[in-house]
């Protein structure tokens, strides 16, 4: 990791993303401006599994990221010539996805003579709310707290400035997002079960069945969603309910326990600007509803980038490439991809 000081930006720069099962570029212009971006999703690939299969996740890939790196820079107006450095997720995620976006990243890199970023793709999510133009009252100031609630990563982050993020809480168990994709698929709905949930919970009454809240009151901003997922099954599998109560149930249940552990996260952090929430969960209504009565409690505003920043993109790597770049931060091409790869070891300015 090297730091020199700042690197002048004054070339566009080429985002990649590959750690889970969405495969994206993007070319962000000098000063953060979004020049072109695509996003491949692979949910058809893996639906009939119910989850995500790492390896063809990778083939996936591969199969997909040279082209559309191409597409997206040929849709800017631009070719691989144009670029000033090359951005590329290099974990945490799925090693074989990671492995592919690094690769390829650090082979434009090789043949341009360009700058290479290995960026850490949680990074990317607590930095997205600091894009340019993103939030019409200009980007937050540090320290923020960041909500990162998606179907691999659910937890509180001290966003306290470029590299230095402190972890105030984690799930113990599922993801968030994970949690909404079992109970959906114990009441029979298609993967990724999150959307489908919200869907059929806007028809139940979160009142008709009791579900537990999972740690709301105690001490902290840890997670935990097993015991309420058992309790879903349990109430599918007795029969008595309407799965659209279950589902209303099951999300009331969920955005308190969000919001009961963003108040404590506050309460950790009182500097605290704003609440950033990022990952696939922040499209659900009633998490974002919650999580802004603890904002508007606390006199903060809670943020929320545009739903295809919240979800993975290429537009966030890119932009924390920028952010380092601008740092002088950069990274050898031996740079070794890591499928774990917490917050709090990141190297900052
Ligand atoms: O951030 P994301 O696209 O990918 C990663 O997991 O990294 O998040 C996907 C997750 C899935 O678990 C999906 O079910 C969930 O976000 N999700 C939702 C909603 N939309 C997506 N969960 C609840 N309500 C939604 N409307
Ligand atoms: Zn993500």
Redesign the pocket.
């Known amino acids: 990791m090297g730091a020199e000081g700042g690197f002048a930006v004054d070339r566009p720069v080429l985002g990649l993303e590959s750690s ?1 099962d969405e495969t994206a570029a993007a070319v962000l212009a000098p000063d953060g401006r979004i020049l072109a971006e695509a996003v491949l999703s692979q949910e058809r690939e893996h639906a009939a599994f119910g989850g995500v299969v790492p390896e063809i996740a990778a083939r996936a890939h591969l199969d997909a990221l040279p082209g559309l790196a191409e597409r997206v820079l040929h849709r800017a107006g631009l070719g691989f010539a144009d670029l000033g450095a090359v951005a590329a997720t290099s974990g945490p995620g799925l090693i074989g996805g990671l492995i592919v976006g690094a690769c390829f990243g650090k082979g434009v890199a090789i043949a341009r003579g360009l700058p290479f970023v290995a960026v850490n793709h949680l990074e990317a999510h607590a930095l997205t709310a600091r894009l340019p133009g993103l939030l019409p009252d200009g980007p937050p100031a540090f320290p923020y707290l960041l909500l990162l609630v ?4 659910c937890q509180c982050v001290a966003v306290e400035g470029l590299g230095r993020y402190r972890r105030l809480g984690s799930t113990l168990d599922d993801a968030v ?2 949690a ?2 079992k109970a959906a698929k114990l009441m029979g709905l298609p993967w ?4 489908h ?2 869907r059929l919970a806007a028809q139940g009454d979160a009142r008709a069945v009791a579900l537990p809240r999972p740690l709301l009151g105690r001490p902290g901003c840890d997670f935990s969603f097993s015991g309420l997922k058992t309790a879903v099954a349990r109430a599918v599998a007795a029969g008595g309910a309407a799965h659209a109560d279950i589902a209303a149930g099951f999300q009331a249940a969920v955005a308190a326990v969000l919001a009961d552990r963003a108040r404590n996260a506050l309460g950790l952090l009182p500097e605290a600007s704003a609440i950033v929430v990022a ?3 922040a ?2 209504q009633a998490v974002r509803a919650a999580l802004a009565r603890v904002a508007g409690m606390a006199g903060v505003p809670m943020l929320a980038p545009p739903l295809r920043l919240c ?2 993109n290429a537009v966030m790597v890119a932009w924390a490439g920028i952010e380092r770049l601008r740092a002088g931060l950069t990274d050898p091409l031996d740079h070794a991809p890591r499928p774990r790869w917490p917050l709090a070891e990141m190297a900052g300015a």
């Not at 998606?150 to 990563?153: I, N």
């Not at 990724?192 to 959307?195: E, L």
Request: aromatic share 4%; net charge negative; charged share 20%.
């Open positions: 889970c998606s179907g691999g990563h997002g994970e909404f994709d990724p079960g999150g959307p949930l919200e990952g696939g969960v499209a659900n979800t993975d």
